[in-house]
């Protein structure tokens, strides 16, 4: 690792520990020549995820997009941001196992609504509606009653 501050080709590693994120590795970094410290992240290098939409168009698979329709469907509830973020990162994790490489939106679409439900039903009837592309209140009163069989279980 180059040292950002002289450019000297060696320098030494202090410390290095694991994030609580996607696999990162934090190490902090001392240049041999002029002692100065500095941080570097390291991340492995992950196979690019292509999704496949439901009208047939392939996109690269975007984590901010996956959590950005988390956050909407969790809206004003009572949902700490780390269960979010827990929950963004369990459905990447879930994808990038699979060993394709494309991936279908609706298979997706199954997994956040299947992890909403278990986290907050609300969040799940807006992710639902959206997702299933509810078009009347009487979708909206389907799924809440088989919602409501499904808890009497």
């Known amino acids: 690792m180059r040292c950002p501050y002289c450019f ?7 410390d290095s ?3 609580d994120e996607m696999q990162i590795t934090r190490r902090r970094r001392e240049c041999l020549k002029c002692k100065k410290r500095f941080t570097t992240y390291e991340r492995a290098e992950m196979v690019e995820l292509f999704v496949i939409k439901k009208d047939g168009r392939r996109e690269k698979f975007d984590r901010g997009k996956l959590k950005g329709g988390i ?10 941001l780390e269960k979010i973020e827990k929950l963004t990162d369990e459905i990447e994790r879930t994808l990038l196992k ?8 609706t298979f997706i679409g199954e997994i956040v609504s299947k992890k909403l439900y278990r986290l907050d039903p609300v969040a799940y009837v807006r992710f639902a509606s ?3 592309d509810f078009g ?6 389907k799924e809440i009653q088989e919602m409501l069989k499904r808890r009497k279980k």
């Open 8 to 14: 000297h080709d060696e320098t030494s590693v202090i």
């Open 17 to 19: 520990r694991d994030t």
């Open 71 to 80: 956050l909407k469907a969790c809206e004003k509830r009572p949902i700490p």
């Open 98 to 105: 699979r060993e394709k490489t494309e991936v279908k939106s």
């Open 130 to 132: 959206v997702y299933r």
């Open 136 to 141: 009347d209140i009487n979708q909206f009163k």
